[in-house]
């Protein structure tokens, strides 16, 4: 079922033509961390079984995550589903961070199309909706250090493009929660 629906995404991402902007649509942050703390050495980590995907969506997440490494880098597949032992090679090897993105939800959807005019009485009111996919991401930061959720932010998306585009664009939007809550 997992599987599918990650193979449903990516042919998605792949396939699809325009997107509406990507929306962080609910975030949560730890009230036990203590602002201004800092992570410095980051691994992050995509949940697919596809390794090309893995490989992309860590490749682009690690573009835009200050000091961040891709755990394709440092972990075999077969090792991922043992998230203790993940943690504590990560730890091990020096690693105060994990950044874990999965795909938790995708469905085929409608989105009403907005009217069109210049002025009030030029408006065309119309009932016709645009059909596409609606992609949510959930993405969660962890503390090796004290193992402990620090961040979690769910993401939504309409038509996403490519997988690579529509990773970057959930960083983004990452970072900057992070960034505002001085966490990077």
Do not use: H
């Not at 997992?2 to 649509?25: D, E, N, Q």
């Not at 410095?40 to 690690?62: L, Y």
């Not at 090897?93 to 069109?116: F, H, I, N, R, W």
């Amino acid at each position: 079922m997992i599987s599918t629906r990650l193979a449903v995404a990516t042919v998605a991402l792949a396939l699809s033509g325009c997107a509406a902007p990507l929306k962080l649509t609910a975030s949560w942050f730890n009230p036990d961390v203590t602002p201004g703390t800092k992570f410095k050495k980051i691994s992050v980590i995509a949940v697919t079984k596809d390794p090309a995907n893995r490989q992309a969506v860590e490749n682009a997440m690690a573009e835009l995550v200050p000091a961040a490494t891709q755990s394709y880098k440092l972990i075999p597949a077969e090792e991922l589903a043992d998230g203790g032992k993940v943690a504590e090679r990560l730890k091990s090897e020096g690693y105060d961070a994990l950044v874990v993105m999965s795909v938790v939800g995708y469905e085929e959807t409608a989105k009403p199309q907005e009217a069109a005019g210049t002025t009030a009485s030029k408006v065309q009111y119309t009932a016709q909706t645009a059909t596409g996919a609606a992609l949510r991401v959930e993405t969660q930061i962890f503390s090796l250090a004290d193992d402990r959720l620090v961040w979690s932010g769910l993401t939504s998306s309409f038509d996403p493009t490519t997988l690579p585009k529509t990773v970057k664009d959930i960083a983004q939007v990452v970072v900057e929660d992070l960034k505002r809550r001085q966490v990077l």
